[in-house]
């Protein structure tokens, strides 16, 4: 099921078929994806990246916030991690991304695998992968102190 791309949340990178490794509701949750992109509350001349869960009650999308369990906090963050390493090196594709490959990776989970690719049903991709490669370098301290500190405990439990 595709997420919406027409919505305030704006996806630029997104795990669209993560119900197949949300946890123990894996194969049946109604979280049906997760993504990264222009968050919903930027305000003119200020660009926030979120990150969202996609849920869908089986009639519509739900804007419902969620409190998220840790494996959904983890999958986030392996999403956050492998988003921010892809981007590290876009600079080399004149559109930040290669249309003919817009995947970034496949991650095994719980025996089957979360998709990560650049969200390209997104309409205003281009524009919108421009923003996001600005708030990325904006907030690269912000960001790589937290990937240090997460990198220095997961080591310490022998990651």
């Given at each position: 099921?595709?997420?919406?791309?027409?919505?305030?949340?704006?996806?630029?990178?997104?795990?669209e078929?993560?119900e197949?490794?949300?946890?123990r509701?894996?194969?049946?949750?109604d979280?049906?994806?997760?993504s990264?992109?222009?968050?919903?509350w930027?305000?003119?001349?200020?660009?926030?990246?979120?990150?969202?869960?996609?849920?869908?009650?089986?009639?519509?999308?739900?804007?419902?916030?969620?409190?998220?369990p840790?494996?959904?906090?983890?999958?986030?963050?392996?999403?956050?991690?492998?988003?921010?390493?892809?981007?590290?090196?876009?600079?080399?594709?004149?559109?930040?991304?290669?249309p003919?490959?817009?995947?970034?990776?496949?991650?095994?989970?719980?025996?089957?695998?979360?998709?990560?690719?650049?969200?390209?049903?997104?309409p205003?991709?281009?524009?919108?992968?421009?923003?996001?490669?600005?708030?990325?370098?904006?907030?690269?301290?912000?960001?790589?102190?937290?990937?240090?500190?997460?990198?220095?405990?997961?080591k310490?439990?022998?990651?």
């Amino acid at each position: 099921m595709d997420i919406p791309v027409t919505l305030k949340h704006k996806p630029v990178v997104v795990s669209e078929n993560y119900e197949k490794v949300d946890g123990r509701s894996a194969y049946r949750s109604d979280a049906k994806g997760l993504s990264l992109g222009l968050a919903q509350w930027n305000d003119r001349g200020r660009v926030d990246i979120s990150a969202k869960v996609w849920r869908y009650t089986g009639e519509k999308w739900s804007r419902q916030s969620e409190e998220l369990p840790l494996h959904r906090v983890l999958d986030l963050a392996i999403l956050v991690c492998r988003t921010a390493g892809y981007f590290r090196e876009a600079y080399r594709f004149e559109k930040f991304y290669d249309p003919a490959h817009p995947e970034i990776d496949r991650i095994g989970l719980q025996g089957d695998a979360m998709d990560v690719a650049v969200c390209t049903r997104n309409p205003m991709l281009e524009e919108d992968l421009r923003l996001f490669m600005a708030a990325l370098v904006q907030d690269d301290e912000l960001l790589g102190e937290r990937f240090r500190v997460l990198s220095s405990i997961l080591k310490e439990m022998g990651y």
